[in-house]
């Protein structure tokens, strides 16, 4: 059964960057099949889709964040990571890594999500 | 403000049904079959429920359907039960520049 976990510090300083690491397990990254993304969801509020990598390495961004943000995959390790740079309060969230089939609207499994807080 | 629209909260009783919509436009939801749906339960992971309008992974109940109408999405739970009590989250493709948005979210009350 494939799980996904995300690791990474809880704790991120105003201006730098937020980096994170989804590690696979049960399965290898490495499948031409699928998509690998990140999700977050802000205290109280709704999740945001980050963007996407594909087995080929492509890369698709939230438009909204596509300058500070950069997604890549590791197949040595079988994780994916996710940079976010000059972060500020309002990148405070849950931050989710998922498994995305493409061609479908279909995201899943998930991780079980990691605290990210901007402060100083 | 999130991109596709939904119901901040929608209630139910035991035994009854319930539908949630998930309102976009000719860019998104109208455009393309490629809505889904995610149950999330307080500190949990979202879970997906329905993919592609209308299609259910394997364990997830037939009570949980979906269906679309022009820009509009909807999930319908029938026979409600107390554990359905939770956050639902629709998800749509969006073109090749926005790519994937979000609703809001509703949440589910089981009275």
């Known amino acids: 059964q494939l799980q996904l976990q995300e690791s990474g510090p809880g704790l991120v300083k105003p201006s730098e960057t937020l980096s994170l690491t989804c590690t696979v397990s049960?399965?290898?990254?490495?499948?031409?099949?699928?998509?690998w993304g990140w999700i977050r969801q802000p205290p109280g509020k709704g999740l945001e889709w980050i963007g996407d990598i594909d087995y080929s390495g492509t890369t698709y961004y939230n438009p909204s964040l596509k300058s500070r943000v950069t997604i890549s995959v590791d197949t040595s390790k079988n994780q994916f990571s996710l940079k976010l740079s000059s972060v500020t309060a309002a990148d405070t969230a849950v931050y989710y890594c998922?498994?995305?089939?493409?061609?479908?609207?279909?995201?899943?499994?998930w991780g079980q999500g990691t605290l990210v807080t901007v402060s100083s | 403000q999130s991109a596709l629209t939904q119901p901040r909260s929608v209630s139910g009783s035991p035994g009854q049904s319930v539908t949630i919509s998930c309102t976009g436009t000719s860019s998104d939801v109208g455009a393309y079959n490629y809505v889904s749906w995610y149950q999330q339960h307080p500190g949990k992971a979202p879970k997906l429920i329905i993919y592609d309008v209308s299609k259910r992974p394997s364990g997830v109940p037939d009570r949980f359907s979906g269906s679309k109408s022009g820009n509009t999405a909807s999930l319908t739970i029938s026979g409600l039960q107390a554990e359905d009590e939770a956050d639902y989250s629709c998800?749509?493709?969006?073109?090749?520049?926005?790519?994937?948005?979000f609703g809001g979210g509703t949440k589910l009350t089981v009275l």
């Open positions: 998922a498994r995305h089939v493409p061609g479908s609207s279909m995201c899943d499994p």
């Open positions: 998800f749509s493709y969006a073109g090749s520049y926005t790519h994937w948005v």
């Open positions: 049960g399965g290898s990254i490495r499948s031409s099949t699928y998509s």
